[in-house]
T-cell receptor, first 109, second 116 residues
Framework: DAKTTQPNSMESNEEEPVHLPCNHS???????IHWYRQLPSQGPEYVIH???SNVNNRMASLAIAEDRKSSTLILHRATLRDAAVYYC??????????FGGGTRVLVKP | DTGVSQDPRHKITKRGQNVTFRCDPI?????LYWYRQTLGQGPEFLTY????????KSRLLSDRFSAERPKGSFSTLEIQRTEQGDSAMYLC??????????????FGPGTRLTVL
């Protein structure tokens, strides 16, 4: 599994964008980049994934570097409900999830 | 069916006792995963099933741990002779997995185990 590096924590004000970086320099060519988040006292939940192109969904956007060695999850307008630990997980299709330490996002009202 | 369910949500036991947890995945999901999460850490993979077959086990899964998915639906995770180090949140996830493409895993709320 590719090793990932994420900041331990980030703070944001409510209604402002949050950019969460992830380095995954050892990613293999067939690994998708997945992002999951874990709200307090809940199991993780899927956020978004991508392979090479930038991706958007109702929760977030994912910007993937051209060399695929890094990616950035973008929460366009953070709300208090977005306070969670966000995990970046490169993995091949069908493989288990290997969680690192993630980034704890604090959203201030 | 609204999602993955786990039972019990909390379990307190004394060291040396056996405990069993149950996971009910989303209907028709062919894969079921078990993870363990200790305080302040990300979840760690324990094992997974494709239908009723257990296809992979982590080195974390000592011989005191056993998991089953007898009919390819619900799964049980048993810990024998519990130790204080087994105290953790045990998470179950399921997915409908194809060989290629994205396979989102849906997680349950977890079972929090406390070993006294």
């Amino acid at each position: 599994d590719a090793k990932t590096t994420q900041p331990n924590s980030m703070e944001s004000n409510e209604e402002e964008p949050v950019h969460l970086p992830c380095n995954h320099s050892t990613i293999s060519g067939t690994d998708y980049i997945h992002w999951y988040r874990q709200l307090p006292s809940q199991g993780p939940e899927y956020v978004i994934h991508g392979l090479t192109s930038n991706v958007n969904n109702r929760m977030a956007s994912l910007a993937i570097a051209e060399d695929r060695k890094s990616s950035t999850l973008i929460l366009h307008r953070a709300t208090l409900r977005d306070a969670a630990v966000y995990y970046c997980i490169p993995k091949a299709a069908g493989n288990k999830l290997t969680f690192g330490g993630g980034t704890r996002v604090l959203v201030k009202p | 069916d609204t999602g993955v369910s786990q039972d019990p949500r909390h379990k307190i036991t004394k060291r040396g006792q056996n405990v069993t947890f149950r996971c009910d995945p989303i209907s028709e999901h062919n894969r079921l995963y078990w993870y363990r999460q200790t305080l302040g850490q990300g979840p760690e993979f324990l094992t997974y099933f494709q239908n009723e077959a257990q296809l992979e086990k982590s080195r974390l899964l000592s011989d005191r741990f056993s998991a089953e998915r007898p009919k390819g639906s619900f799964s049980t995770l048993e810990i024998q002779r519990t130790e204080q180090g087994d105290s953790a949140m045990y998470l179950c996830a399921s997915s409908f997995t194809r060989l290629a493409g994205h396979n989102e895993q849906f997680f349950g709320p977890g079972t929090r185990l406390t070993v006294l």
